[in-house]
């Protein structure tokens, strides 16, 4: 018997798409590994809107998301990329931020899209830095008035699964941590696994719990007390300015695509791109 379909309805807001690429980068398990149903367990997830990835246009690809505000997709995981800005901001010289589409004549705002969908989302998921918590767009002097999914809908808001808003930051998110952390939801929707822990932040703790520092294959030379003094020597970056001590990530020891890159690990200090302050102190440059 083939496991109920799961829609994924994927928002996007003030972002780059770098999430999106990330998200085309991951192989283990790789998009279409999971649109594919290569994982049984897994099978059935169907990527009804992306507004870069899905092949309808115009009407037809908002007529999903009407279809979805309708209750005709249940159930889905809703996801965002890309920080929501202050559309009361835009409309004061206006004008808006951020549409998508049309609704019964109205023009639709990202968080008018928000508001409606995520009422009967069985699992609201934030890709990306800019979508968790703001990211970039957030920065000071935060122009747009941008801001993450966890400030929008809340710390107390829950799913129809009883999940808070689960966060993946990233700038950009590791494709895997996002294709990890949506297919563990699916199974955990289906009965397979418990419910993801998450750390302070709402990021899923088996990806997020140790610092990038912890995960550098350059902390023995730390260790060692042998620190770089300029770009390309091979010891710890430390000096030039690393934040990996107070940044949660594992990409020095997964890389990014493929095993391959992350940041320490090929020669670039971490900038501490998965915390809720980033870009703004103490992970500004
Ligand atoms: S390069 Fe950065 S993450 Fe790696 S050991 Fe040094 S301080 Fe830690
Ligand atoms: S190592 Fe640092 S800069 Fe690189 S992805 Fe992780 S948190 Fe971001």
């Known amino acids: 018997m083939s496991a109920e379909e799961i829609n994924v309805i994927w928002l996007q807001g003030q972002g780059c798409t770098g999430c999106t690429v990330s998200l085309t980068g991951s192989t283990h398990p790789s998009l279409a590994d999971l649109l594919t149903g290569y994982l049984p367990q897994a099978a059935n997830i169907n990527l009804a809107f992306h507004q870069t990835i899905m092949l309808p246009h115009g009407e037809k690809a908002i007529d999903v998301l009407r279809s979805a505000a309708n209750g005709e997709l249940d159930p889905f995981v809703l996801v965002l990329e890309g920080a929501i800005p202050n559309e ?22 990202i968080n008018d899209w928000i508001l409606k ?41 829950r799913s129809k ?12 998110a590791q494709g895997e941590h996002v294709a990890e952390t949506l297919t563990h939801l699916v199974l955990t929707a289906r009965g397979f696994l418990p419910v993801p822990e998450l750390d302070e ?8 719990e140790k610092t990038a520092h912890e995960n ?20 710890c970056m430390g000096l030039l300015g690393c934040k990996g001590p107070i940044a949660h990530c594992d990409v020095p020891r997964r890389g990014f695509v493929e095993g391959v890159g992350g940041c320490p ?10 915390e809720p302050e980033f870009p703004d102190p103490p992970f500004s440059p």
């Open 88 to 109: 009361e901001l835009a409309k004061k010289m206006g004008g808006f931020w951020c549409l998508v589409g049309e609704d019964e004549g109205k023009p639709m705002t």
């Open 117 to 157: 969908l995520s009422p009967r989302a069985a699992a609201a998921v934030a890709v990306g830095t800019c979508a968790c918590y703001g990211g970039i767009p957030h920065g000071t002097p935060n122009p747009t008035g941008a801001r993450g999914l966890l400030d929008f809908l809340g710390r107390d808001w």
């Open 161 to 172: 699964l009883n999940l808070p808003v689960i966060c993946v930051p990233g700038c950009p």
């Open 201 to 208: 932040h709402n990021r899923p703790k088996f990806i997020f």
């Open 216 to 235: 550098c294959p350059r902390a023995g030379t730390f260790a060692e007390g042998e620190f770089s003094e300029k770009f390309g020597e091979p010891y």
């Open 265 to 274: 690990t090929i020669g670039s200090i971490c900038i501490g791109c998965t």
